[in-house]
């Protein structure tokens, strides 16, 4: 019987090793994605400065004022048209509730729906 317990005791071990380097694995690729996003958002950050900077130094303040706003009014229509998809897209995949291939077609299809309604309202008035 002990010879029995010593057995159940080594893989229950070995079980416990394999569970460990499992969870050290999700958590090195976790914290590996993590620096991975960061990196890439500091990286696009530290570009938009240095354009921001270049702009306004080629433009002078007046042609940067004009720049900024003719930039306004796009980037709000895209901010309030969109509708949150791109955020719900990512949701809803990531949590398993929607297959990639599904979610894309869907947001395809709001996204074709939500521009062709937004020009009608906006270059018909």
Do not use: C
Request: no cysteine.
């Amino acid at each position: 019987m002990s010879h029995f317990h010593s057995s159940l005791n080594l893989v229950g071990n070995i079980f416990q090793i394999s569970q460990q380097k499992l969870v050290n694995t999700r958590l090195h690729l976790f914290i590996r994605n993590i620096l991975s996003t960061f990196s890439f958002t500091t990286a696009g950050v530290v570009v938009a400065v240095i354009l921001s900077v270049v702009s306004a130094r080629l433009l002078g303040p007046e042609g940067k004022g004009l720049y900024t706003s003719a930039l306004l009014i796009p980037n709000l229509a895209i901010i309030l048209f969109t509708l949150g998809i791109t955020s719900s897209t990512t949701y809803h995949i990531s949590a398993g509730k929607q297959k990639p291939s599904v979610a894309y077609r869907g947001s395809l299809i709001l996204g074709i729906t939500i521009l062709a309604a937004n020009k009608v309202v906006v270059f018909n008035s």
